[in-house]
Nanobody
Framework: QVQLVESGGGLVQPGGSLRLSCAAS????????MGWYRQAPGKQRELVAS???????NYADSVKGRFTITRDNAKNTVYLQMNSLKPEDTAVYYC????????WGQGTQVTVSS
């Protein structure tokens, strides 16, 4: 059973930064789509940023220029650097890994508030 463990969430003021990490319990390879999604209260889960199987990156329009996704296959980890955070970025952030099946982490809360 593949496990994904997210960390790095918390409370931050508007304009601040956070770095999320997602560590997988299995080897990850660049052909595996892997990325971050988020779900705010009362809203559907949405893509934030993700690597595709072809190695490209997709970003939600709302985070382009502010968030950066990276991955370290040697550490089986994907990261999300979030800068210039806004209150509307408040959500539970989930990591997703697609292999033969889809795997999700337990989520980490990000709250942007003054």
């Amino acid at each position: 059973q593949v496990q994904l463990v997210e960390s790095g969430g918390g409370l931050v003021q508007p304009g601040g930064s956070l770095r999320l990490s997602c560590a997988a319990s299995t080897r990850i390879f660049s052909v595996y789509p892997m990325g971050w999604y988020r779900q705010a209260p009362g809203k559907q889960r949405e893509l934030v940023a993700s690597f595709t199987s072809g190695g490209s990156i997709n970003y939600a329009d709302s985070v382009k220029g502010r968030f950066t996704i990276t991955r370290d296959n040697a550490k089986n980890t994907v990261y999300l650097q979030m800068n210039s955070l806004k209150p509307e970025d408040t959500a539970v952030y989930y990591c997703r890994l697609t292999m033969v099946a889809d795997y999700w982490g337990q989520g980490t809360q990000v709250t942007v508030s003054s």
